[in-house]
């Protein structure tokens, strides 16, 4: 299901966020709530900011893209569209990282 979430309120925000780390594995709840100088690890409420920044801003890109379902005789379309790869936000850094930079 779509979510517009420029329409959510920042609780309902935080209550996204927060549900679609949970399903990922993630616990926002490990990470501090005041500030560790020692070891820079954001609050929770930094982390969540930061995350409500990105989902307002970002995700629209990534969530609208749709592989291609390219026909294979005697093979589902859709279950092929799940081994193409959602873009990059920053490709540059996959490819050094994965070697095919120069390719």
Avoid: C, H, K
């Avoid at 995350?51 to 970002?58: D, H, K, N």
């Amino acid at each position: 299901m779509a979510v517009d979430v420029s329409s959510l309120t920042v609780d309902q925000l935080n209550t996204f966020i927060t549900t679609r780390l949970i399903m990922s594995g993630i616990d926002l709840s490990q990470l501090p709530t005041v500030a560790d100088p020692v070891t820079g690890a954001p609050t929770q409420a930094q982390a969540l900011a930061s995350l409500r920044s990105f989902v307002l801003a970002t995700p629209e890109a990534i969530n609208t893209w749709r592989p291609s379902a390219t026909a294979v005789a005697g093979v589902d379309p859709l279950a092929l569209s799940q081994e193409a790869s959602p873009p990059l936000e920053y490709p540059s850094i996959t490819q050094a990282w994965t070697g095919l930079v120069g390719r």
